[in-house]
Nanobody
Framework: QVQFVESGGGLVQPGGSLRLSCAGS????????MGWYRQAPGKQRELVAA???????NYADAVKGRFTISRDNAKNTVYLQMNSLKPEDTAVYYC?????????WGKGTLVTVSS
């Protein structure tokens, strides 16, 4: 069974940092393009950052310069390093894995940025 499990969310003060992890199992992790999405209350899910199976990255304008996506294929894990967090970054963060027409989603991890 293929699954992806996020971890690392929590409560952080504005200006703080968190690192999210998404661990995959049940398939060949390196073939997937990986992405982090987020969904804030009352809003649509949006792409935050993505990394191709070749390592190319792209970011939403709102997080450029603050967030960094990376992957470790040996550990079947993708990371999202989040710095200079703002209250508007508060959301449930989801991991996505895509290959051809197949998409997998994790169950999400909650990030709350508040003083």
């Amino acid at each position: 069974q293929v699954q992806f499990v996020e971890s690392g969310g929590g409560l952080v003060q504005p200006g703080g940092s968190l690192r999210l992890s998404c661990a995959g199992s049940g398939s060949i992790f390196s073939i997937y393009a990986m992405g982090w999405y987020r969904q804030a209350p009352g809003k649509q899910r949006e792409l935050v950052a993505a990394i191709s199976n070749g390592g190319n990255t792209n970011y939403a304008d709102a997080v450029k310069g603050r967030f960094t996506i990376s992957r470790d294929n040996a550990k079947n894990t993708v990371y999202l390093q989040m710095n200079s967090l703002k209250p508007e970054d508060t959301a449930v963060y989801y991991c996505n894995a895509a290959y051809a027409r197949v998409n997998y989603w994790g169950k999400g991890t909650l990030v709350t940025v508040s003083s």
